[in-house]
């Protein structure tokens, strides 16, 4: 009896500690970002002396504005992430404003520390993400305006205006660093450069495919 009242107890403390290690509510009201510390990072930015936390660290401007949509791929990313707003510093969310030219696209990409949930304000988009391997499911739709679409964290996905008129979208992220991880980007313009030969193996193409990918990258 006093052996399984032990084992009791054991456990109620174990437990109780992999609560408070995983307790994911903030413990101060905010920690406004402080980029000029040299201060030892963990899990976000260290934090600002919450005395000399003011309105501007809470706020951010200019999400009205059209995005420049005059590249290669017809789209443009406004984020609103811990960088314009140091208040959201560990509280876990962020936003983007996207903005879509005729056809334009938002290439496949990734955020490894985030699912994104996006609406369309204006125009048609067609969305979808890749389930993981082994089944690579594409999950698509085609969305109007006033629709929304969930990518789930991790997962490739990507965007493409459908309309011969521009499109726009706001979507929320559940970090306030999400990061984005560009497929083709990641893949032909790493630096450096990942090697042709395992390029050319894994896409079973010639390598001045590879090298002719890399060029644009």
Not at 8 to 31: G, N
Request: proline residues 7%; glycine residues 8%; neutral net charge.
């Amino acid at each position: 009896m006093a052996n399984q009242m032990l084992l009791l107890i054991t456990l109620l403390a174990m437990t109780c500690a992999l609560v408070f290690a995983f307790e994911p509510s903030p413990l101060q009201d905010f920690c406004v970002a402080d980029t000029t510390s040299s201060a030892t990072r963990v899990n976000g930015l260290p934090c600002l002396d919450s005395k000399l936390a003011q309105a501007e660290h809470f706020f951010f401007s200019g999400l009205h504005i059209p995005g420049n949509t005059s590249n290669p791929v017809g789209g443009k990313v406004t984020p609103v992430n811990v960088v314009q707003i140091p208040g959201l510093n560990t509280l876990g969310i962020s936003l983007a404003r996207i903005d879509y030219a005729p056809w334009g696209v938002i290439p496949p990409h990734t955020h490894p520390r985030a699912t994104e949930i996006l609406t369309v304000l204006e125009g048609s988009l067609y969305v979808g993400f890749v389930t993981s391997n082994p089944d690579n499911k594409l999950i698509s739709k085609v969305l109007y305006k006033g629709d929304v679409f969930v990518f789930p964290v991790g997962l490739v996905h990507f965007q493409q205006n459908v309309g011969n008129g521009n499109a726009i979208s706001l979507s929320s992220l559940s970090s306030q660093n999400p990061g984005v991880n560009t497929i083709a980007n990641a893949v032909f313009g790493a630096n450096p450069s990942i090697p042709d030969d395992v390029l050319a193996k894994s896409f079973q193409v010639d390598k001045s495919v590879i090298s002719s990918l890399q060029a644009k990258f």
